[in-house]
C-alpha cells in the first residue's frame, strides 16, 4: 500500500485487512514514515478501542473506510433515504445489531423528507458485523450469511416511523 491510497481516510473510522486476511476495525489516526520509527518501512496507526496499534505497510492488504452515517449501504443514497435508514440502524442498535441492505422492497412513501421503504437485508450482530463488512462491500456474502438474511418493514403509528425485523 501507498500513502496516497488512504490520505483522505486518516481521521476516520476504517477496517484494515491484513495479508492474513484478519480485520481491525478503528479509527486511522496517523501515519508514521521509516524515517521517524525504529522500523524498517512506513507504518500506520490504527486506535481500537483504548489502544493504538501499528500496522507496516507491507502487512496491509486493504484498507476500507466505514461510513458511520451510512455503514450498511454499499451506495450513496438521497438524503430522504439517509434519513430512514438512520430510523432503521437505531431500530438495528436496539437489538446490539447493524441492518445491512440488500435492497429496497415496496411500501414507498415520503414523510417529512425522510423516504420510507420497506427493506430486504442483513440484521448481523455488532460483535461480528466487522468480519461482514468486507463481504458485503465485495457482494461477496457467503452462505453463513443467510440466517441473518431478514425484512426490515416499516409503518407509521402516532406520527413516529416504526421499524419491525420479519424473517419469512
Request: charged share 30%; net charge negative; with cysteine.
Amino acid at each position: 500500500m501507498k500513502y496516497e491510497e488512504f490520505e483522505n481516510m486518516i481521521g476516520k473510522k476504517v477496517v484494515v485487512i491484513t495479508q492474513d486476511n484478519e480485520e481491525f476495525t478503528g479509527i486511522l489516526t496517523n501515519i508514521y514514515y521509516k524515517v521517524d520509527t525504529l522500523q524498517v518501512e512506513d507504518e500506520i496507526e490504527l486506535h481500537i478501542d483504548k489502544v493504538y496499534v501499528a500496522f507496516p505497510f507491507s502487512d496491509i492488504k486493504d484498507i476500507i473506510e466505514i461510513k458511520e452515517e451510512i455503514l450498511g449501504l454499499r451506495t450513496h443514497e438521497s438524503e430522504g433515504f439517509n434519513n430512514f435508514f438512520k430510523i432503521v440502524q437505531e431500530a438495528a442498535k436496539q437489538r446490539n445489531c447493524v441492518f445491512f441492505l440488500c435492497n429496497a422492497e415496496n411500501n414507498y412513501k415520503v414523510i417529512n423528507n425522510i423516504e420510507c421503504q420497506d427493506l430486504f437485508g442483513w440484521l448481523i450482530p455488532e460483535n461480528v458485523a466487522s468480519l461482514f463488512i468486507n463481504d458485503y462491500m465485495f457482494f461477496n456474502e457467503s452462505d453463513d450469511w443467510v440466517d441473518y438474511m431478514l425484512f426490515a418493514e416499516w409503518t407509521e403509528e402516532n406520527d413516529s416511523i416504526i421499524i419491525k425485523f420479519v424473517k419469512y
